[in-house]
């Protein structure tokens, strides 16, 4: 074994599992197949480096090239060849040992094999892969199978130094391309996990406001209140967290936000005509309104996944000095998350038009909470919002 | 380079790149670990193999260990070790290239190291990481890390032939480890990335049924109903599926499920005294009541996840023979998500006591239902519809 061999393999070693450690855990396609190309034309030296990459629906295949030296012309970014394709028909209907026996494809043997004595068809088809290979400027092809599934290929230009591939090489670059299509495989699978995981949060989101804003547009009064008593209360909480709550993370604003659209969702069983009285309301008028925390709490009880926010909907009416409803809870008692909505639901109650209520504007608005704090609302909360007030972001 | 080297190292990198191979695609955290931990004590034949592996948290690390020889008193399946453990901190905090070099600890090397002239401190720690390795009956501990991250360990027991593991023993478990670990990490990810999809379904269903039935609560006559009617729903379609449309996969079911939970959200605007009034509606009345799939689709519109879900709220009060409402669509013309939901909302309606209709009972309704097939309703779907009642299963 001379020191070279030595050192070589040692490199080829080093080299993969290097690569392999990076690629397993990027999730991003795009990112890992720049990450894996960048590294192979660094490594080796070779004009270009371009991997096809099966598509999703395995009836094409993505082409994506590195950054290849100036003049070579090349397509950049994706483009795809169909399955159709010579060279993709090659690999997964030839298999052929007789033609290329480690898996790896060099332009040069593949052209001496059509001296040799084979089948017709095969040689159109070797024809019109070495056609390919001219086309794409790829002196080898190297295939990557998940079993019999052709996932992907790595295609290598001319070696920087004009030299001809190894064995060792070729070796090398049969074990990374299988790597390779296995992470982006992976990193694909991921990628289309977390794009249904966006969605079906936007679908819960979006029905959750559709249905909100419905329940709520049965009371003439309050068009767009559940949306901006929403907005105001993550506003709140934002300003909140960053000044003294660092540790409420992204699950309370989660928790307030679903909160706060469902705050007045006890109100659907409340008829028309207590909701629209242009009078005030007499007691058992009243006290039927005031229920409408404990009935919201009825509807959503059930859901697990809510248990986090239906304090919000609970005490949203509690007051600091302990006379709100529909448990008088008092100072800290009262849940952070329902004390931010309450501020958010009053403030937008006062200005906007409502029977037997003049409207207020909006300084006068702001006068009116900030003389109510300790008294209806929790000192904390109304410092945040008044600092929103003199930035004027409300 | 001997022959037997040669071969030596051949299987060392088949057996690496197999390992990879197989690993990266497999997402079940507890399928994968059983795999590897096969493979080695197979391959390599070793009295046992445990893996520790870096819990979610960072604060802990599980034990996994390998089917074992009788005779070896080892606990099984999971369990954990503190990341205070001394075995963890030598990893995490004494990267010391004078006590193991390659990064494999072995037992015997490292009871060596304490007759060596070492800080006090480290010593200690030293002995208290091989009194660890002594109740693992570890002979080598071999970590891995992810930059600085120690994600997880491989331990291996005694081999089986009584000899010392060599250098390229050590560096192929070294290589794999980190692989093993790799792989873990992104199982776990996928793991948890499931998780959190379907709990967000969950809450997206759960949330929908809920707000459905506080809706349909206002009528005081259609309890259960929006149930009753998705249930129905879904076997008439699971059935028709089975039947007729095999193309019609769980898409369909899934936009069927969430169509029948909101088919009457629109009448969350038509005032009580209309819904549940106790005599026959005025022409003024009629007109409002059936303004209720218009006001669906209203509600529901530009929610884009739901875009095909809308069919079966607007269509659900057409008739086969055209004399229905929105639209007055014929036979094929509706949707045959609404021509679903059609048959299972009036069968419900007919068995369920409502104001000026007499309540029928479970033969007397599927009589009727089937005496309008080609009228108000589908033949194909009343057929499956009429089926379902042979087989019991109405």
């Known amino acids: 074994m001379t020191k070279y061999q030595k050192i070589a393999n040692i490199d080829y070693k080093k080299e993969l599992e290097s690569a392999a450690k990076s690629m397993i855990l990027v999730h991003e396609p795009d990112i890992l197949i720049k990450m894996v190309l960048r590294r192979i034309v660094q490594k080796v030296q070779v004009n270009h480096a371009t991997i096809l990459l099966q598509h999703r629906d395995k009836d094409a295949y993505l082409i ?5 030296h100036p003049g070579v012309k090349m397509f950049t970014g994706f ?11 090659f690999f997964t ?8 026996d480690d898996g ?20 159109q088809l070797i024809a019109q892969v070495i056609e390919q290979m001219e ?24 070696k920087n130094n004009g030299k001809k591939f190894n064995k060792q090489e070729l070796n090398f ?6 790597e390779v299509a296995m992470a982006m495989r992976n990193a694909q699978l991921f990628k289309a996990l977390e794009l249904e995981l966006d969605k079906e949060h936007r679908l819960f989101m979006n029905t959750t406001i559709a249905l909100a804003a419905a329940i709520e547009a049965k009371d003439r009064y309050t068009h767009g209140h559940t949306a901006r008593v929403t907005d105001l ?8 967290i960053k000044k003294r709550y660092k540790a409420l993370g992204p699950k309370f604003l989660q928790d307030l936000h679903i909160a706060s659209l469902l705050h007045d969702i006890g109100k659907i069983g409340i008829p028309e005509n207590i909701l629209n009285k242009e009078g005030p309301l007499d007691d058992k008028e009243k006290k039927r309104m005031e229920e409408h925390p404990l009935v919201g709490v009825n509807i959503l009880q059930f859901i697990n996944e809510l248990a986090d926010c239906l304090a919000g909907v609970k005490y949203h009416h509690e007051r600091y000095d302990g006379n709100g409803y529909p448990e008088g809870l008092k100072g800290d008692q009262i849940p952070l998350i329902a004390a931010i909505i309450a501020v958010a639901d ?37 410092a945040v919002f008044f600092q929103l007030y003199q930035e004027g972001r409300i």
């Open 64 to 68: 994506r090239v590195s950054h290849k």
């Open 346 to 382: 009053t403030f937008d109650a006062m200005t906007t038009e409502r029977p037997y209520r003049r409207v207020l504007n909006k300084d006068d608005a702001v006068q009116e909470i900030m003389s109510l704090s300790g008294k209806q609302f929790d000192p904390q909360v109304t």
């Open 233 to 240: 209360s993550l506003e709140i909480a934002k300003k909140l």
């Open 79 to 89: 483009a795809r060849i169909d399955k159709d394709n010579p060279l993709i028909r």
């Open 173 to 178: 670059f049969l074990a990374l391309s299988s």
């Open 93 to 100: 209907q030839h298999q052929d040992k007789q033609i290329f």
């Open 135 to 158: 086309v794409l400027e790829a002196i080898v092809c190297i295939p990557s199978y998940f079993r019999a599934d052709l996932l992907g290929m790595l295609l290598l230009g001319k």
């Open 104 to 123: 790896a494809l060099v332009y040069e043997e593949l052209k001496k094999t059509l001296e040799k004595n084979i089948k017709p068809e095969l040689k």
